[in-house]
């Protein structure tokens, strides 16, 4: 099933909140970004603020008419390698699907001590952190008996252009060749697709 998310404004609604009469979307506005935003206006900064790699961004900015999709990396604790196991895989395949669908996951990469995916916005009262959380604590739920931790937070990235979208694709897809794990990209088991995202 093919899926594609952005915002649109409700026409008409003159009241605070959402008019289910209305046609359009919900409105979502993540309160660290917003009071981030409004001290960083205040001072003169710009309302974005671009975000080093050295440390997780908070939130996501959702912008109206267009597509918001977004690419996220999730370390394990410490570098440990666990993650590149089928038991692993299955678990997080089905709690992106049945459970963490706040934000629908697209393609993933699981590499033995990170992962990537691309996602996009299904349910706007969750912010891309607490989806993260939820998800990361509905596995270890399962794996109780487990040794393996994640990283706090996560490294997320808007994706602004379809072009941005299909470099970071190819990047994800080619972490196994780089490591020299296998031969074939097609080769590496712990790789998938959970929605069909596209881009338009």
Known sequence: ?????????QQGNNETGWNPSLPGSIFYFDYFDVVTTLLAMAKGSP???????????????????????????VNAKDRVQW??????????????????TAWLVGYYMIMPEHLHLFCAPHDLHFGID???????????????????AFQRGSFHHRLRSQEEYHEKWIYAQENPLRRH????????????????????
């Open 83 to 100: 993650m590149a196991q089928a038991q692993v895989q299955a678990t997080l395949v089905r709690v992106w699907r049945e459970k963490a």
């Open 130 to 148: 607490a989806w993260v959380a939820y998800w990361k604590s509905s596995f270890s739920r399962e794996h109780v008996g487990e040794s393996w």
């Open 47 to 73: 309302p974005y603020v671009e975000v080093g790699r050295k440390t997780p961004a908070r939130g996501a900015h959702i912008f109206s008419g267009q597509p918001n999709f977004f690419f996220v990396t």
């Open 1 to 9: 099933m093919r899926r594609h998310f952005w915002l649109v404004s």
């Open 181 to 200: 794990l296998v031969v074939n990209q097609a080769d590496w088991p712990y790789q998938g697709t959970v929605y069909d995202l596209s881009w338009w």
